[in-house]
T-cell receptor
Framework: KNEVEQSPQNLTAQEGEFITINCSYSVGISALHWLQQHPGGGIVSLFMLSSGKKKHGRLIATINIQEKHSSLHITASHPRDSAVYIC??????????FGTGTSLTVIP | DSGVTQTPKHLITATGQRVTLRCSPRSGDLSVYWYQQSLDQGLQFLIQ???????AKGNILERFSAQQFPDLHSELNLSSLELGDSALYFCASSVGGLNYEQYFGPGTRLTVT
């Protein structure tokens, strides 16, 4: 049983497209994280949120606590957005659970 | 560059051996987190320290131990290594506790042969 489920597993988009990655979780959470992992392996934390919506540049993250669902949106996608996007939650007992990631490829 | 450093970058060792991975957090960060990423298990949270004290514990095996020193750097010790311990080990740091954004180091790739 996976506490965090992401969809889709793989995503290919044309440059400029609007992209949505979804994350559903089954535990009560204190916070949800969106991480980006580039092909070289490095991880960058994109967002940490516990309610509502956050925006950084072309990236937007939303969370619906009642529905236990979060989405990561990328507007005007670019080839440099190609990476694996990982959803992670921290539950109320301070345990972390990770999704298996969404592999995004943006084609020029 | 996140400001978090990890050494070594790569480590190859044999089963049964013991290794130490080192992490230096960003200047001013008090928390250090350790994660393991393997092909079959994905990312897993191991342990968190805040200002020298253990604050949260995840799926850390008994063969593994960690500590955070007074200068805030941290070490993860892995002993009696098994083939399944081969993975990327990431360290992250944050200025405060669990409610603060984490900054990840580049990782240490451990290969157990």
């Amino acid at each position: 049983k996976n506490e965090v489920e992401q969809s889709p597993q793989n995503l290919t988009a044309q440059e400029g497209e609007f992209i949505t990655i979804n994350c559903s979780y089954s535990v009560g959470i204190s916070a949800l994280h969106w991480l980006q992992q580039h092909p070289g392996g490095g991880i960058v934390s994109l967002f940490m949120l516990s309610s509502g919506k956050k925006k950084h540049g072309r990236l937007i993250a939303t969370i619906n606590i009642q529905e236990k669902h979060s989405s990561l949106h990328i507007t005007a996608s670019h080839p440099r957005d190609s990476a694996v996007y990982i959803c992670a939650v921290r539950d109320t007992g301070n345990q972390f659970y990770f999704g298996t990631g969404t592999s995004l490829t943006v084609i020029p | 560059d996140s400001g978090v450093t990890q050494t070594p970058k790569h480590l190859i060792t044999a089963t049964g051996q013991r290794v130490t991975l080192r992490c230096s957090p960003r200047s001013g960060d008090l928390s250090v987190y350790w994660y393991q990423q393997s092909l079959d298990q994905g990312l897993q949270f191991l342990i968190q320290y805040y200002n020298g004290e253990e604050r949260a514990k995840g799926n850390i095996l008994e063969r593994f131990s960690a500590q955070q020193f007074p200068d805030l750097h941290s070490e993860l010790n892995l002993s009696s290594l098994e083939l399944g311990d081969s993975a990327l080990y990431f360290c992250a740091s944050s200025v405060g506790g669990l409610n603060y954004e984490q900054y990840f180091g580049p990782g240490t790739r451990l290969t157990v042969t």
